[in-house]
C-alpha cells in the first residue's frame, strides 16, 4: 500500500485515481444480486415468486429498502448460517445511506468537476454500527464454512461483497482512500478464488468488468502503477465482461446493464444509456433514479 502512495506521479492524480471508487459499487453488489451456487443458471428469475433472498434484491433493485431489510431478516432466520444474510443486509443498510446522501446520483456523473461539486457525505452513526455489525456476522459465518469447504461458493461470493462494501464506505462516505483499495484489492481477490472454482458464473464477471474499464480508462502511468499494485485494467475487456453479465448473467444481468449505461455515459454514448435507462425503468417503476437520469440525458442533448 505504502508503495502505491509514494509513487504516485502526483496528489491530483492520487485524488482521481480513487474518486473513480465511486463506482465500487461494482464490487458492492458483485455478490449481492449475484447469490449462491445457482449462478451459471442462465434465466432471470421472477424476484417476487423467489425466496426471501430475491424478493430483498429486488427491493433493493426498486429502491425499497424497508421492505428489502424484512426480506432479509426473514431469509437469516430460516437460514442462520448462510453468510449471504448478514451481508445482505450490510449492503441493504449501505445502499439506503447512498440513497439519502445523492452517491447512487452521482454514479452517473460525466466528469470529475460534477462529482466533487457535490456535498460533503453527513453519515448516519447508527446506520454504520449497524452495517458494521451485520458485516462482522457474515465474515465470521463465511470463514467458518470455509474451514470446511474451500470452494464454498456462498461463502466466497459473501467475502468479495463484504470486502466491496466496506470499500464502498471507505470511500463514498468516509474519504478514506488508501483504505477503499485496500478493501477493493481483498474483494478482487476473493472474486479472483470463485472464478478459478466456477468458470461459467456469468454474474461475478461484473465485479471485474467495470474495475477493468475504470482503469483502463486512466492515463498510462497511472494503469501502470496500479497494475504493479494487482489492480490490472483494460477498457474493452471490462466492457465486455459487462456485456457477458448483462446478456447471460441471472441475478446480476439489470445491474449490468446499470453500469454499462454509466460507461456509455462517461464516453459520451448518450443513445445507448438512454436505452439501457429506459428498459431499466420499464423493469423496475418504483426506483426513481432512471427516470430522473433519463430526463437528465435528454435534457443535455
Known amino acids: ?13 492520487f485524488r482521481k485515481l480513487f474518486k473513480l471508487l465511486m463506482f465500487g459499487m461494482v464490487a458492492a453488489l458483485c455478490s449481492v444480486l449475484g447469490l ?31 421492505g428489502a431489510q424484512k426480506d432479509f431478516s426473514a ?9 449471504m444474510g448478514p451481508v445482505s443486509e450490510a449492503a441493504g443498510y449501505l445502499f439506503s445511506e447512498f ?7 452521482a454514479q452517473f456523473f460525466e466528469n470529475d468537476t460534477a ?9 448516519d452513526a447508527m446506520m454504520r454500527v449497524s452495517f458494521q455489525a451485520a458485516l462482522d456476522r457474515s465474515q465470521a459465518l463465511a470463514h467458518t464454512r470455509l474451514t470446511k469447504d474451500a470452494k464454498d461458493r456462498d461463502a466466497l461470493f459473501a467475502l468479495t461483497l463484504a470486502s466491496g462494501l466496506q470499500a464502498d464506505y471507505a470511500a463514498l462516505i468516509e474519504k478514506r482512500n488508501v483504505a477503499s483499495l485496500h478493501f477493493t484489492k481483498e474483494a478482487s481477490a476473493w472474486a479472483q478464488q ?6 461459467d458464473c456469468s454474474d461475478v464477471l461484473v465485479a471485474t468488468g467495470f474495475s477493468k474499464y475504470i482503469i483502463g480508462s486512466m492515463s498510462a502511468p497511472v494503469r501502470w502503477l496500479l497494475r504493479m499494485g494487482g489492480l490490472p485494467g483494460d477498457k474493452r475487456a471490462g466492457i465486455a465482461d459487462l456485456q457477458m453479465t448483462a446478456q447471460h448473467g441471472r441475478y446480476l444481468a439489470p445491474f ?17 444509456a438512454l436505452e439501457l435507462l429506459t428498459s431499466l425503468r420499464a423493469q423496475f417503476p418504483d ?8 430526463v437528465r440525458l435528454e435534457a443535455s442533448h
Not at 440513497?99 to 446520483?105: A, K, P, T
Not at 462529482?115 to 453519515?123: H, Q
Request: glycine letters at 4%.
Open 36 to 66: 449462491s451456487a445457482e449462478t451459471g443458471t442462465r434465466t432471470v428469475p421472477d424476484f417476487a415468486q423467489g425466496t426471501a433472498l430475491d424478493r430483498g434484491y429486488l427491493g433493493l433493485y426498486n429502491l425499497d429498502f424497508t
Open 1 to 13: 500500500m505504502a508503495s502505491l502512495e509514494i509513487h504516485m506521479p502526483s496528489a491530483d492524480q
Open 99 to 105: 440513497n439519502r446522501l445523492g452517491v447512487l446520483e
Open 287 to 294: 426506483n426513481t433514479l432512471f427516470p430522473r437520469e433519463i
Open 75 to 83: 431469509w437469516e432466520s430460516q437460514h442462520p448460517d448462510d453468510p
Open 194 to 199: 470463485l472464478l478459478a472454482i466456477c468458470d
Open 256 to 272: 449490468a446493464r446499470v453500469l454499462l449505461a454509466i460507461a456509455y455515459i462517461r464516453d459520451k454514448n448518450k443513445p445507448r
Open 115 to 123: 462529482f466533487n461539486a457535490r456535498s460533503k457525505a453527513n453519515p
